[in-house]
């Protein structure tokens, strides 16, 4: 019967733990994974559920409210989707795929991208992305192969000017920053085109813009909603914690997140929706236990090394010391018997000419410490 349960227990998750994961799984960002299998609201970054979420025409006013509330400076009417995937400029460039690449009614266009793992050089990436929509504003890759190939006409601007561009990040790490009061609200950091001089920077160019919303940087946990203050710390709640509320936190009343929590549940996805969720949830799972392995293993390795090579340069020190402290050991050593033979000498010069002088035994023991026998040794005519 137990057994009976456990199978309909994993058919209605649609998600069964891998056997040889079961000895790393006590990790507890790793038991929050796997716990998802059975809340009622995806985990929105996801790649699946972030898609579905934000990157479809029936919930495009989740993405503006999203984007304006990241950049306020921005009021979004509508937005046209593009194909996310971005052929490369050259024969033989492997193709560029975004999470989210769209265009607003007033020319503006916003690249998205999830970033769950922390990686080096990430801002140099969004840079190296920036490219695709900037070029795609001249010429795009796939208007270039048609020219080449003559099945279209050239169309060329007769002007440069670009519309805005902004990139836009929603991370799970935080980002280095010099100055930590740069971040607004402590979540989101953006960069624009500026002169390194001047307060605030003039402008050189309004075509590029990056925006970072820095997820890990909120310090609200999961169990107390209450205590986000603005619309911004609540998206950041809602992108780190939904999968872990049972119902929409009563806080959390406005449009935006009624219709975010309900395009969020699980219920609502398909079957296929579900395997690709499911897919999500494993890969990372996967990730977060073989990092935790290899971290483990790289530490225990690091500190055998550092045992070992630490042994060995305590020898070679130890050796290196005990020569100094030996040499330096025996220098003393030596200067002191030689001043106690210098000293023995001495005397014994003092008694031989104490005794040609006629001065008693008795006395000349006293003056120069030496025994009888010796005064009488010293007396002795010496041999040759």
Same mark, same amino acid.
């Given at each position: 019967?137990?057994?009976?349960?456990?199978?309909?227990?994993?058919?209605?998750?649609?998600?069964?733990?891998?056997?040889?994961?079961?000895?790393?799984?006590?990790?507890?960002?790793?038991?929050?994974?796997?716990?998802?299998?059975?809340?009622?609201?995806?985990? $929105?970054?996801?790649?699946?559920?972030?898609?579905? $979420?934000?990157?479809? %025409?029936?919930?495009?006013?989740?993405?503006?409210?999203?984007?304006?509330?990241?950049?306020?400076?921005?009021?979004?009417?509508?937005?046209?989707? @593009?194909? &996310?995937?971005?052929?490369?400029?050259?024969?033989?460039?492997? &193709?560029?795929?975004?999470?989210?690449?769209?265009?607003?009614?007033?020319?503006?266009?916003?690249?998205?991208?999830?970033?769950?793992?922390?990686?080096?050089? +990430?801002?140099?990436?969004?840079?190296?992305?920036?490219?695709?929509?900037?070029?795609?504003?001249?010429?795009?890759? /796939?208007?270039?192969?048609? $020219?080449? &190939?003559?099945?279209?006409?050239?169309?060329?601007?007769? =002007?440069?000017?670009?519309?805005?561009?902004? #990139?836009?990040?929603?991370?799970?790490?935080? *980002?280095? !920053?010099?100055?930590?009061?740069? /971040?607004?609200?402590?979540?989101?950091? =953006?960069?624009?085109?500026?002169?390194?001089?001047?307060?605030?920077?003039?402008?050189?160019?309004?075509?590029?813009? +990056?925006?970072?919303?820095?997820?890990?940087?909120?310090?609200?946990?999961?169990?107390?909603?209450?205590?986000?203050?603005?619309?911004?710390? &609540? $998206?950041?709640?809602?992108?780190?914690?939904?999968?872990?509320?049972?119902?929409?936190?009563?806080?959390?009343?406005?449009?935006?997140?009624?219709? *975010?929590? !309900?395009?969020?549940?699980?219920?609502?996805?398909?079957?296929?929706?579900?395997? @690709?969720?499911? %897919?999500?949830?494993?890969?990372?799972?996967?990730?977060?236990?073989? #990092?935790?392995?290899?971290?483990?293993?790289?530490?225990?390795?690091?500190?055998?090394?550092?045992?070992?090579?630490?042994?060995?340069?305590?020898?070679?020190?130890?050796?290196?010391?005990? %020569?100094?402290?030996? %040499?330096?050991?025996?220098?003393?050593?030596?200067?002191?018997?030689?001043?106690?033979?210098?000293?023995?000498?001495?005397?014994?010069?003092?008694?031989?000419?104490?005794?040609?002088?006629?001065?008693?035994?008795?006395?000349?023991?006293?003056?120069?410490? *030496?025994?009888?026998?010796?005064?009488?040794?010293?007396?002795?005519?010496?041999?040759?």
């Amino acid at each position: 019967m137990k057994k009976e349960q456990k199978d309909e227990s994993d058919l209605t998750t649609g998600y069964r733990m891998p056997e040889e994961l079961n000895g790393i799984l006590e990790d507890a960002r790793i038991k929050d994974i796997s716990r998802e299998a059975q809340s009622r609201y995806a985990n $929105i970054m996801y790649d699946t559920a972030f898609k579905l $979420i934000f990157g479809t %025409r029936a919930n495009r006013k989740l993405l503006i409210e999203l984007l304006e509330c990241l950049i306020p400076e921005k009021k979004i009417s509508d937005v046209t989707f @593009h194909d &996310k995937e971005i052929p490369g400029y050259f024969i033989g460039d492997k &193709k560029t795929v975004f999470d989210l690449f769209c265009t607003s009614t007033e020319g503006d266009t916003f690249v998205v991208e999830m970033q769950l793992v922390e990686q080096n050089y +990430f801002t140099d990436r969004m840079l190296f992305y920036s490219t695709y929509p900037i070029r795609e504003q001249i010429v795009s890759p /796939l208007e270039e192969e048609r $020219i080449r &190939k003559k099945k279209t006409k050239v169309h060329q601007r007769d =002007t440069y000017r670009l519309d805005p561009v902004y #990139m836009v990040g929603i991370l799970d790490f935080r *980002l280095p !920053h010099e100055q930590e009061d740069c /971040l607004r609200e402590g979540l989101v950091s =953006t960069y624009s085109i500026r002169s390194d001089h001047g307060e605030g920077g003039e402008q050189m160019t309004d075509a590029l813009h +990056f925006v970072f919303l820095e997820l890990d940087r909120l310090t609200i946990d999961k169990d107390h909603p209450e205590l986000c203050r603005s619309l911004l710390e &609540k $998206i950041a709640f809602a992108f780190r914690h939904i999968s872990f509320l049972n119902d929409r936190p009563v806080e959390f009343g406005e449009e935006f997140f009624q219709h *975010l929590f !309900h395009a969020a549940e699980l219920a609502n996805m398909t079957s296929i929706q579900r395997r @690709h969720y499911d %897919r999500d949830m494993q890969a990372l799972l996967d990730y977060r236990a073989q #990092m935790k392995c290899a971290t483990e293993k790289g530490l225990k390795q690091g500190i055998e090394e550092g045992l070992k090579q630490g042994i060995e340069e305590g020898l070679k020190q130890g050796l290196k010391e005990g %020569r100094a402290k030996g %040499r330096a050991e025996g220098r003393e050593e030596g200067r002191a018997e030689g001043r106690a033979e210098g000293r023995a000498e001495q005397n014994q010069d003092n008694a031989r000419e104490m005794m040609r002088l006629g001065i008693s035994e008795e006395i000349i023991c006293q003056v120069t410490k *030496l025994s009888p026998e010796e005064l009488r040794n010293l007396s002795q005519p010496q041999k040759e």
